[in-house]
């Protein structure tokens, strides 16, 4: 404790005379500031030498932009969160599977309600999801910027985003099942994006009774094809492989020496349903019997190879889509299990591949993994199986190290200086332990109650360190609390620094961000100058759907309205104050196409459009263009405006829209 206040004390004595200097300039140039000196404000806010340090540490002035761009899952509001650090500014809320008014996504557009019907199952309109964890691409193992994927685990869809313009492009519900966890993952070049599966179900969700649930109840996990050329998910590329009914938990990929495999940590191996089927009359809630044995199964899969038995045919069909059947699986050497200690979540492979880290939750230890052990067993073979026939790799074999880090260990992630973080559900900390040593160094309670944690470029083959962000699912005392439903707690902790003489080994807590959207599980870190996102779209006319100019787009002159029997088709361009046309006149019953280009070219000029009485809502970004269908059924004066104060004359920038019914 001596030497971090040592280094505490000499950091202060910087960063105070760095505010000394920048409050002088800042007094010199006449704008003053509200507090007095800096010294002035720091004693009357009573703030502690850690205080200032951790505030100028985030200090963001303005202009300044982020070293790091942060995407966090958006929980149940179904969106994505793009905050910059290390200011925890919150940039954008990406809509993603929730309809989402300011960015007009999902009110109107044609190519949206699209993209919003490819992600409905069992008949219903889906407009809402439980988003767990976001996945940037990735080249050679590390992010290159280009797409951002992210699964719903509600109803087992994933989305594809494309990072020019930050605007969803694609769903995929899952043909075989309704919900999901183990997503998004990314294999290190971004051919496959991984979605395991949670709760066993019969495959493509047909009944059956639970007391069938040894036999017919599966597991799952599904591996979508990615195509960078078309920017999309190859539905048809894609296959899955049935697994035990397991409760398959959360995934990796393999990297660098376990490339072409993937993992999956399960729960419920006891296959708990609450009801023993054996004897109807004796319950037994799932959680208790689902936590009754001592180890669960690792999922240790050869992708590579699957995808090879899945392109030969090696699959049955499930409501159509490609599965892999079990047996395939055990007599192809695909599938193997190593046990995991005591209610096992989180399966995360070390930057260089070699070892694999699942948390214990209801135990203390992380446990580790050693790739090269586990390909050893394998070769060797001579293995006993599961039930289902599985081969299992026994854990003293497979097994590297395990660390006693603290209560209820979740995730973990890397720095570039050899370190791991785990999250401490239980014990609401972080701690930092050393790969290759296998010691705990040190821990930061984080308030409270961790999930996730999400390290700077964390996932890759090089980590950066510096950050980590604790993803926490209580806050209780750390803000006004909004009546009883509280706020998240996202916190910022600063681990460039290693002090062996401090409790948290030098970690430092910097900033606490309250969320208020939730539950956002997980979230992935890049350096904000590896993004290059489109200020303007690249040319007038753009279709987002397609990214490239739309042929028969409205442009700049060839305005108008053009009537063919009861077919309206409106072209109408925006611009700086001014709707053309400003007049729409059509007949009750009319069936109208309603094509709109912004044609400013200048960067931030977006225009809304915005339509009551027909439930209209777009936004149109420099150069974009729209289409909206719908039947005019209504008769009556509908005004359109624009939604967004693009100049002095925002408001005069609308029209009428008349029905006639006569
Ligand atoms: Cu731990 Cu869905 Cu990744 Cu939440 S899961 S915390
Ligand atoms: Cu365009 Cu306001």
């Given at each position: 404790m001596k030497a971090a206040k040592k280094y505490w004390k000499g950091l202060v004595v910087v960063v105070a005379a760095m505010a000394m200097f920048a409050w002088a300039c800042s007094s010199g140039n006449g704008t003053g500031s509200v507090g007095g000196s800096a010294d002035e404000i720091i004693e009357e806010r009573g703030l502690t030498d850690e205080d200032v340090a951790a505030a100028v540490s985030t200090y963001t002035p303005s202009g300044v932009l982020d070293e790091y761009v942060m995407f966090a899952s958006g929980g149940h509001s179904g969106q994505v969160f793009v905050i910059g650090m290390p200011s925890m500014r919150l940039l954008k809320t990406i809509g993603v599977f929730t309809p989402e008014p300011w960015q007009g996504w999902g009110y109107g557009s044609v190519a949206q309600e699209e993209i919003f019907a490819s992600g409905n199952a069992g008949g219903q309109d889906l407009a809402w999801a439980d988003t767990h964890h976001?996945?940037?691409?990735?080249?050679?193992?590390?992010?290159?910027?280009?797409?951002?994927?992210?699964?719903d685990k509600a109803n087992a869809r994933v989305a594809t985003i494309d990072l020019r313009d930050f605007e969803t492009k694609q769903f995929v519900k899952n043909p075989i099942a309704l919900n999901d966890h183990g997503g998004t993952m990314v294999t290190p070049d971004t051919e496959w994006i991984i979605e395991g599966g949670q709760y066993a179900a019969p495959l493509g969700w047909e009944y059956a009774p639970l007391e069938s649930y040894n036999d017919e109840y599966k597991g799952m996990v599904t591996l979508w094809k990615f195509d960078r050329e078309s920017g999309r998910i190859d539905e048809n590329a894609s296959f899955a492989l049935e697994l035990p009914p397991y409760w398959q938990d959360l995934c990796d990929a393999g990297k660098l020496a376990s490339d072409g495999w993937i993992v999956c940590n399960s729960f419920n191996t006891e296959r708990a349903t609450g009801v023993d089927p054996a004897d109807p009359e004796n319950t037994e809630p799932i959680e208790a019997g689902a936590s009754a044995n001592e180890n669960d199964y690792l999922h240790v899969i050869n992708l590579e190879k699957a995808a090879e038995v899945a392109a030969n045919g090696g699959t049955t069909e499930v409501n159509g889509f490609p599965v892999v059947?079990?047996?395939?699986?055990?007599?192809?050497?695909?599938?193997?299990?190593?046990?995991?200690?005591?209610?096992?979540?989180?399966a995360d492979v070390t930057p260089d591949g070699e070892y694999i880290v699942v948390a214990g939750k209801l135990d203390p230890h992380v446990t580790i993994y050693s790739w090269d052990k586990i390909l050893g067993a394998i070769e060797a073979g001579d293995l006993e199986t599961d039930e289902y026939g599985v081969p299992i790799i026994p854990l003293d074999t497979a097994k590297e190290a395990q660390v006693e880090l603290g209560l209820g260990p979740l995730h973990t992630q890397f720095d570039d200086q050899g370190y791991a973080y785990t999250s401490l559900f239980l014990d609401s900390a972080i701690a930092r332990w050393k790969l290759g040593d296998w010691t705990l160094e040190g821990s930061i309670p984080v308030q409270y109650n961790i999930g996730h944690l999400a390290a700077a470029e964390g996932d890759t083959v090089s980590p950066d360190g510096k950050y980590v962000v604790a993803l926490n699912k209580w806050s209780i005392d750390r803000f006004f609390h909004p009546g009883p439903l509280y706020p998240q707690n996202f916190q910022l902790i600063d681990v460039t620094n290693v002090d062996p003489d401090s409790d948290t080994n030098g970690m430092q807590l910097l900033y606490d961000m309250p969320i208020g959207m939730g539950e956002p599980h997980y979230a992935q870190i890049i350096k904000a100058d590896k993004l290059e996102p489109w200020a303007v779209y690249p040319?007038?006319?753009?279709?987002?759907?397609?990214?490239?100019?739309?042929?028969?787009?409205?442009?700049?002159?060839?305005?108008?309205?053009?009537?063919?029997?009861?077919?309206?088709?409106?072209?109408?361009?925006?611009?700086?104050?001014?709707?053309?046309p400003e007049r729409v006149e059509v007949n009750q019953g009319d069936h109208v196409t309603w094509n709109i280009t912004n044609v400013d070219t200048s960067e931030d000029a977006t225009h809304g459009f915005a339509m009551p009485g027909y439930n209209i809502s777009l936004s149109l970004e420099p150069g974009e263009t729209q289409t909206v269908e719908f039947d005019a059924t209504q008769s009556g004066v509908f005004t359109y405006y624009c939604s967004e104060f693009c100049s002095a004359l925002h408001l005069e920038m609308a029209g009428y829209f008349l029905v006639n019914s006569g």
């Open positions: 976001p996945a940037l691409s990735e080249t050679e193992g590390d992010y290159d910027g280009e797409w951002l994927f992210i699964n059947p079990l047996e395939t699986s055990i007599d192809e050497g695909l599938l193997y299990f190593v046990p995991e200690p005591k209610s096992p979540h989180g040319e007038v006319g753009w279709d987002p759907e397609t990214q490239s100019v739309k042929a028969d787009a409205p442009q700049a002159g060839n305005e108008g309205v053009v009537r063919d029997g009861n077919n309206v088709t409106v072209n109408m361009t925006a611009i700086r104050s001014h709707f053309a």
